[in-house]
């Protein structure tokens, strides 16, 4: 008599351990890539359009996520219970990274990267809304600092206002859906998967779209593209690694240093010098980030006390 198939166990994330020190350098690492990515993506955006910049990143994604979509790959992992969840997470990370490419090309690196740091505040709002998360008076103050930090930043009805300055607003609002759909399917699907899906809809998307603005780029250029896409890459898996050792609420300090790195390599590619304004309004955006991861690692806190106590006897 034949033995029965046995189905393959669904593979599992990682434990999480609690060793901070090393996940705030994996977050220090992160900047490093990820602010080196932003600063070429700015020198290609005068060459060519945003759509083509953003279809190589995706394009270099999707080639490094290959092994995770093929069926006898060992990290095969195209499995999943959020197919839907998956694809609109993928099209929101697509527009963050466009419309923030898109604001490069007319804003200073500094300036744009404050701004876009914005995000914290928005996902503060989304997850009223759509994780039903209760959110107290001092994190809404938190929320109307930092946005007072933007308008600073920004200074709309000066002459130092660009229009241009809404497509790293909206990039910011963009990457705070991308985190609330990671929050909702947080302990169903692999990182890994999250990932592939991520690279598989945003190359497909862009795809039908680079044919209307293509640029034949030259050689020097797509090498800087292949940058551009291996360098984020790594620096979204760094950050991945890092969640496994530390709180966001740990980490979240630590990935503002992407702002001073931005700011020198602005200054040493562009001669971009962040004025007073820029500075100010970015430590305001910084300081209401600060406020609310606390306001997370309280809340945690009190939860995880809450749960540890013994329920009375009826």
């Known amino acids: 008599m034949p033995l029965p198939e046995r189905k393959p166990?669904?593979?599992r994330a990682p434990a999480r351990a609690d060793r901070p020190f090393k996940g705030i350098a994996l977050i220090l690492i992160s900047t490093v890539f990820l602010g080196s990515s932003d600063a070429t993506a700015k020198y290609l955006s005068t060459s060519l359009p945003s759509i083509e910049i953003a279809w190589i990143r995706f394009l270099v994604f999707a080639l490094i996520m290959?092994?995770?979509?093929?069926?006898?790959?060992?990290?095969?992992?195209?499995?999943?219970?959020?197919?839907?969840?998956?694809?609109?997470r993928g099209t929101a990370l697509l527009s963050s990274s466009l419309l923030f490419i898109s604001g490069l090309r007319f804003l200073p690196i500094a300036e744009c990267s404050a701004t876009a740091f914005v995000s914290p505040l928005f996902v503060t709002?989304?997850?009223?809304?759509?994780?039903?998360e209760k959110v107290g008076l001092r994190?809404?103050?938190?929320?109307?600092?930092?946005?007072?930090?933007?308008?600073i930043v920004l200074r709309p009805g000066t002459?130092?206002?660009?229009?241009?300055?809404?497509?790293?607003?909206?990039?910011?609002?963009?990457?705070?859906?991308?985190?609330?759909?990671?929050?909702?399917m947080s302990g169903?699907?692999?990182?890994?998967?999250?990932?592939?899906?991520?690279?598989?809809?945003?190359?497909f998307i862009l795809t039908a779209m680079v044919p209307a603005v293509w640029v034949t780029p030259s050689w020097n250029a797509v090498l800087?593209?292949?940058?551009?896409?291996?360098?984020?890459?790594?620096?979204?898996w760094i950050v991945v690694l890092a969640f496994r050792y530390a709180d966001a609420s740990v980490l979240a300090p630590f990935s503002y240093v992407q702002l001073l790195w931005?700011?020198?390599?602005?200054?040493?590619?562009?001669?971009?010098?962040?004025?007073?304004?820029?500075?100010?309004?970015?430590?305001?955006?910084?300081?209401s980030g600060l406020y609310t991861a606390h306001r997370e690692r309280v809340r945690r806190s009190q939860l995880l006390a809450a749960a540890a106590e013994p329920t009375p006897n009826a």
């Open 66 to 88: 290959t092994p995770a979509m093929l069926p006898a790959s060992p990290l095969y992992a195209l499995p999943t219970q959020n197919l839907k969840l998956q694809l609109m």
């Open 125 to 132: 709002a989304l997850s009223l809304v759509f994780l039903s």
């Open 262 to 287: 931005v700011s020198i390599l602005g200054f040493l590619l562009f001669g971009e010098m962040p004025d007073v304004w820029t500075v100010t309004g970015a430590g305001f955006i910084v300081a």
């Open 159 to 184: 002459n130092a206002f660009h229009v241009a300055a809404f497509f790293p607003l909206v990039s910011a609002l963009a990457w705070a859906a991308t985190l609330i759909m990671t929050r909702m």
């Open 139 to 151: 994190r809404w103050i938190a929320t109307t600092v930092g946005l007072l930090g933007v308008l």
């Open 188 to 203: 169903k699907d692999r990182a890994i998967t999250t990932m592939t899906y991520s690279s598989i809809a945003g190359l």
């Open 9 to 11: 166990a669904r593979r």
């Open 224 to 236: 800087l593209g292949i940058f551009i896409g291996v360098a984020s890459t790594a620096g979204q």
